[in-house]
């Protein structure tokens, strides 16, 4: 999409020149997605009542299996250095880590967190906190998504993503590499190396852990986005929580990534110091495999370069 074929100018686009439309559609229920996730919750319920009999090593590594992209926080350091031979290993190590987590695929999922800065808390906002918390939590994974947000979905310029090898391998592979990282791995391990049963394997480290780190990950697009104080700034919606930062590990890396957009207009184009010293502050808050796997995709693909900012993310 060429920012010079737009009718507005680079500063407003970035106080939003989109206008919400007056009307509201009809809610279509995505029936599919509502049964699957009724299902995943009440195994998770299940593997909860199986915490009692599970055994240390296999509670350990459901945390460890829940927080895969812990080891990757060198990548949110790495600024533009494409050349490092360390680039490629973390990409890779990014693409296994999503895997894990069951959150759609890389080019997907930075895709959705784009359009989610830009038009937040607007329809064209997927999981637009202004619908209510349960939309903003699950909701909208639940319903037919709003034409603007498809609409708008489009004209996100994805190039960079596009000729990443590592991204779109991911992307063809997603299925098989989902239900192998995900499901398998998790709950064939403690059966394997230390007798655990499939059978807890399958509820605790399986759907228990991944049903923690779905609603960790939501609640910052809900709770974060509600309640809290807003100690970077008061004119931006998202929230300094406790208990999400608790929880999720990552709210202040999305604080932030709403501070750059506001503050980017006053750079000029050498914003790779910047965004190592915003993942240097984020050190700590970014433990969880929603942050690594692809906010630090979307933080350097997206945001490293003044113009590809300006031009992809706001366009």
């Known amino acids: 999409y060429d920012a010079r074929t737009d009718s507005s100018t680079v500063d407003d686009a970035i106080y939003f020149t989109y206008k919400e439309k007056p009307w509201k559609l009809p809610t279509v229920l995505r029936w599919r997605n509502i049964i699957v996730f009724i299902l995943l919750h009440l195994g998770a319920l299940y593997g909860l009542i199986l915490i009692s009999s599970t055994s240390p090593s296999t ?17 949110l350091h790495m ?22 987590c069951m959150q759609k695929n890389i080019y997907e999922w930075v895709r959705d967190h784009c359009l989610h800065h830009k038009y937040v808390c607007t329809d064209a906002d997927p999981h637009n906190a202004s619908r209510g918390f349960f939309f903003s939590h699950i909701g909208w994974l639940l319903v037919q998504e709003h034409p603007d947000c498809a609409e708008k979905k489009q004209k996100l310029s994805l190039s960079d993503l596009t000729t ?14 989902m239900l192998v990282l995900w499901f398998l791995v998790p709950t064939l391990v403690p059966w394997y190396f230390w007798g655990e049963s499939l059978v807890v394997g ?14 960790a990950t939501w609640l910052v697009n809900s709770v974060a986005q509600m ?9 931006i919606n998202p929230r300094e929580n406790k208990f999400v930062s608790f929880s999720a590990l990552n709210i202040q890396m999305c604080v932030i990534i709403f501070l750059f957009i506001y503050f980017s207009r006053f750079l000029n184009g050498k914003t ?13 808050q970014c433990l969880s495999p929603y942050c690594f796997s692809v906010m630090s ?11 590809l900012f300006k031009n992809d993310l706001l366009h």
């Open 164 to 177: 990443d090898k590592v991204v779109m391998f991911q992307k063809r592979h997603y299925v098989v590499s």
């Open 227 to 235: 309640w809290g104080n807003r100690p970077y700034d008061k004119n």
């Open 202 to 215: 399958c509820f605790v480290p399986g759907l228990l852990r991944h049903v923690a780190v779905l609603n």
């Open 79 to 100: 600024g533009k250095m494409e050349a490092d031979p360390l680039y490629l290993r973390c990409d890779i190590l990014h693409a296994f880590s999503l895997s894990m």
């Open 297 to 307: 995709y979307h933080h350097h693909h997206q945001i490293s370069s003044l113009s």
């Open 272 to 284: 790779s110091v910047l965004s190592i010293k915003l993942s240097f502050t984020c050190f700590n």
């Open 59 to 75: 509670l350990a590594w459901s945390e460890y299996s829940g927080n895969p992209g812990a080891c990757l926080v060198v990548r």
